[in-house]
Structure formats: C-alpha cells, structure tokens
C-alpha cells in the first residue's frame, strides 16, 4: 500500500473523470489526501471525500497565492495553471464549517509563497506582512481544530522557519520540500514531516532525502502537476510509486520497507 499525502483531484483537471482515477488509484491501493487551495477546491476536496467509506480525505486551506493582496498580478503562465482563479480573503467560520467532516485529516495548503511578488520594497513588505498574518490565522485554527497543518513553501524557507519557531509546536508537514540540508534540519527539529514529490526528478534532494529520518519522510504527487518522467501528460496519485522507488534506491532500503513506513508515517501523522 501507498499514500498519496498530496493530491488536487479537486482541481479542475481531473473534472470529467474524477471518480474514474480514485477508482484506478484505490484499486492500485493507494490511498490519497485532496488538499485544498482556496474555499471552492477545499469545499470540492471535502465533497469527493465524503463519497468513499475509506483511502480518500481532504485537506481544507487558503494557498497564499490565492490571498487577495491587491499587491501583485499574477501573470498568465501554464504552468501556474491552478493560481488562474479568484483571490480571496480568508474567513476562520468557513473553513470550519468545511472541517467538521470527518474526512478532513488537514488544514492546507497554506504557507508563504513569494515567486510572485511586487516590484518596489514597500509592497514586498505588505505583500509579506498579509501571507505571514493569514498564516498565522490558519494556524490558530489548525490548533483550534487539533489538525496538523500541510505547509507550502517557495522562496520563503527562513521566514517560515522562523515564523513558526515564534509560533510554538505545529503538527504537520512540509509538502514538496525543496530547501536545503540545513532548513530539512531545522523543520525536522520541530517534529515536522518532509513531502517529497516529483520534484525530486527535477531538483538534487539526494542529500537531503538520505539524511532525512525515514520514519519523517511523506509521498506524495502534488498531482496534476511534478509528473515524475516516466509518464508524460497529467499527473496522478498512482505515479506516486516512482516517487516511492527512487527514494528507496537513494536511501538503499527494499520498497516495501520504504512504502510501509512512509503509509504508517501518513496515517499516524493525519490520525487515519
């Protein structure tokens, strides 16, 4: 068995055939976490979890992409596909709402993002101010709710380190890691996970991934984007399998023991 502990089956991409790829990817036991990105994926995440008695959860957050800043455009760019929606601010009694299911296993994904940013230092600054306060909102909610959080993170890895070394303990997981030894160390220090995805093909984390502890290591897909090489077009959570085997090849240990312990590390962290 596997666990896909990052996957957007709620996104627009898979909107025709959603149920056709969680029946291909349960059949394959894996099981998989819909993560949310703003109020409707995280609405949808929940709706397509409640329809399965097991291997399907959900997540619900407010990307910090989706964070109305009035600050920044984001451009028109394919490969940011999932941003091409509304922003919004976030408001704590809705997506507490959408928590009370029982399939919800998550606040995410939520963190610091700043690729797309302002021009002037002025604006980065506000820019920067408004994630990291909204962040800090969906914390006090995770730990409201006692839901570990699924963190994301580009270009901010110290501000987040150090934001939530201010916080105090946060259950949850670094999804699609990409900092270096020092950072992994640092989260790690916190009982934090790390989620490693396809990314892996594209980014040297061979380091990082072997001194990492195996029992805090989380697959995931990040699906419909990061398709590992070995598959062309849209991603899904049963490519998750080549994230699995080229962790074990790294890390030299035989895959059923890697996809034991990363399945036992998702179900103990989301409490499933």
Known sequence: MLFDTHAHLNFNAYKDDVDEV?????????????????????????EIAERYPEGVYAAVGLHPVHLETGLVKI????????????????????YKELA??????AIGEVGLDYYWRPKTRIRIEEFKK???????????????????????????????????????VIKGVIHCFTGDQEQAEEYLKMGLYLGFNGIIFKMDLDEVIRKSPLDRILL????????????????????????ADKI??????????????TTHNAKKLFRI
């Open 22 to 46: 969680i029946k291909r990817t349960l059949d394959n036991e894996v099981w998989m976490i819909n993560v949310g990105s703003q109020y409707s994926t995280s609405k949808r995440a929940v």
């Open 130 to 168: 408004k994630q990291k306060d909204i962040l800090l909102k969906q914390l006090d909610l995770a730990k409201e709710l006692d839901l570990p959080v699924i963190f994301h993170c580009r270009m901010a890895h110290n501000e987040l380190i150090d934001l939530l070394k201010g916080y105090g």
């Open 220 to 243: 995931e897909t990040d699906c419909p984007y990061l398709t590992p090489p070995q598959r062309e077009g849209r991603n899904e959570p049963i490519y998750v399998k080549y994230v």
């Open 100 to 105: 009370k299911s029982k399939k919800v296993v």
């Open 75 to 94: 451009k028109d760019d394919p490969e940011e596909i999932q941003f091409k929606t509304t922003e919004e601010d976030f408001d704590a009694k809705m």
């Open 248 to 261: 074990s090849k790294i890390k030299n240990i035989e895959i059923e023991k890697l996809n034991n312990i």
